[in-house]
């Protein structure tokens, strides 16, 4: 009986090496073709963050379980690069539309201005440009902390006498995979295409 038990215990092991090794080459493969995105060496799973989405409805890591997710950091007021990075990822998702539904992307925009960023200015401004697009902000400390995590850099410039103010930011866009982990970044430029065929690899791969 220990016998059987010993060989089932090895035979396991080996089955399980065999699996491992087809992952890390298909994932080897995939970053090797990668033309924008880095693919981390391992999924970093996200902190338990506590936001709310733009009906007002609590939106934490489990609400980006089962599906494939771009997230980003921006703002509404934004003159440049949020716009721009919106309008990408909504022309990335029209270049997707061929995938099977458990496959498309969903998008999830991180506000990095939550005192003027509520979530009725985050509905209106994200469905803009695409229906299907979530607008996220929170407490400043909440937003802050899940910011820091994942590495991107906010600077809130000084108040001016109409009380504007600029805010700063890295333009990254993380790629979230259905366990609520981060497994990609996209650093800029950003191009439809080319973050449209990266993600095919990614998601092929893994």
């Known amino acids: 009986m220990n016998r059987v038990l010993v060989a089932a215990v090895i035979a396991a092991g080996i089955l399980a090496g065999a699996i491992a090794h087809q992952f890390f080459r298909q994932r080897d493969a995939a970053a090797a073709m990668l033309e924008r995105a880095t693919l981390y060496q391992e999924p970093r799973p ?5 936001l709310v989405d733009q009906d ?9 379980r089962g599906r494939w997710t771009f997230l980003f950091f921006g703002f509404v007021n934004c003159p440049d690069i949020c716009p721009t990075t919106l309008a990408t990822l909504a022309a990335v998702r029209r270049t997707l539309g061929d995938l099977p539904a458990g496959e498309q992307p969903g998008v999830a925009l991180v506000s990095v201005d939550p005192a003027r960023d509520t979530p009725p200015l985050l509905e209106r401004y994200v469905t803009h440009f695409d229906p299907s697009f ?3 902000t929170g407490a400043p400390g909440k937003l802050d902390a ?3 995590d994942l590495g991107v850099a906010v600077f809130v410039g000084p ?4 009380g ?6 890295s ?8 366990q609520a982990r981060v497994v990609a970044l996209f650093n800029t430029p950003h191009d439809a295409a080319t973050i449209a065929r990266d993600y095919r690899r990614i998601v092929t791969a893994g």
Do not use: K
């Open 134 to 136: 979530t607008g996220l």
């Open 164 to 169: 504007n103010y600029s805010v700063d930011h």
């Open 56 to 64: 007002g409805a609590a939106f934490g890591p489990a609400r980006l």
């Open 146 to 148: 899940l910011a820091q």
């Open 171 to 178: 333009a990254a866009i993380f790629l979230v995979d259905p």
């Open 159 to 162: 108040e001016d006498a109409d």
């Open 46 to 50: 996200l902190p338990d963050f506590a």
